[in-house]
């Protein structure tokens, strides 16, 4: 085999990627590749440019181009994704922690950072990124979080313990919350299920083909099923102003602002992401 530098091997990887990615989007993915194959960072892949590559990353490279031109997420391949700062695992178990996720938990940190000892519930917690990142930034919480998924659920305690941050875990179904007897937390955040399933057609095939429909779709007659169940489970969770915070469908937030606020929730207030696209919801307990 014709021996080969690593910037001829990046080179060729990306040009293979480019096409149905895009230059930014495949630069990005072989420079992520050569971190989980060889441990590289930028620097590295500058000063080693011009050193031959072993057959063995070679064949690595190729076998990670291949499947990525099948539509399958660089998240899955590796098992790792970034989220906040930090390296989770993920796998077909669990959703890729999107960047609207992270803002979520910025403005959460930003909005409860000088409060110490606070009590947290994740619902839906999937991969545990919520929940790994608030333990990781709200000083001395202790955080509790939910899935129904047992898989997800064994993703989220590895993510737990690998960055060791305690985070109790139960396997519960967040359309079937029972009432607490008496308050119990201070923060309680959702990303749950919120894609409506006539948006199937407009996703991209890699997204519907790997990652799991049950953390994804709701049907159009009942789009807000999670987010009432969990808001009429915080009315009995929450502590008094304690505060509840959603990622929501910006095609159906306005809806659920109005439903929150005929049930009597103080404050409720629909944000924005970075795509200025009405995505956040957060709302104080009366």
């Known amino acids: 085999m014709e021996s080969l530098t690593l910037e001829q091997l990046c080179r060729d990887a990306a040009s293979r990627l480019q096409p149905r990615y895009g230059q930014g989007e495949a630069h990005w993915m072989v420079r992520i590749m050569m971190r989980e194959l060889k441990g590289y960072s930028q620097v590295d892949l500058a000063v080693k440019a011009r050193n031959p590559v072993s057959d063995f990353l070679r064949g690595k490279t190729d076998d990670t181009v291949r499947r990525l031109l099948q539509g399958e997420p660089i998240q899955y391949i590796f098992g790792i994704t970034d989220f906040y700062g930090l390296r989770l695992h993920v796998s077909p178990d ?18 409860n950072s000088s409060r110490s000892d606070l009590s947290v519930l994740d ?9 790994v990142a608030l333990a990781r930034n709200l ?3 202790k955080v509790e979080a939910i899935d129904i998924s047992a898989p997800a659920l064994e993703i989220a305690r590895r993510n737990a313990a690998e960055l060791k941050v305690r985070i109790d875990f139960l396997q519960a179904d967040a359309l079937k919350l029972a009432p607490e007897t008496s ?12 894609v409506l399933d006539s948006e199937r057609r407009d996703m991209e095939a890699n997204v519907l083909a790997h990652e799991p429909a049950l953390a994804l779709f709701v049907p159009d007659n009942d789009p807000l099923r999670f987010y009432t169940s969990i808001a009429r489970y915080a009315l009995t969770a929450l502590k008094p102003e304690g505060r509840l915070y959603f990622e929501v469908n910006p095609l159906t937030v306005e809806q659920l602002a109005k439903e929150m606020r005929a049930d009597g929730w103080s404050d409720v207030t629909v944000l924005p992401d970075s795509s200025r696209r009405r995505r956040f919801l957060s709302a104080i307990r009366p």
């Open 94 to 111: 669990v959703l890729i922690p999107r960047p609207e996720t992270a803002e979520l938990v910025d403005i959460i940190v930003k909005e």
């Open 183 to 194: 308050p119990q937390f201070d923060v309680i955040v959702s990303n749950p299920p919120y």
């Open 139 to 141: 000083p001395f919480s």
């Open 123 to 131: 619902v839906c917690t999937g991969s545990g990124c919520i929940a």
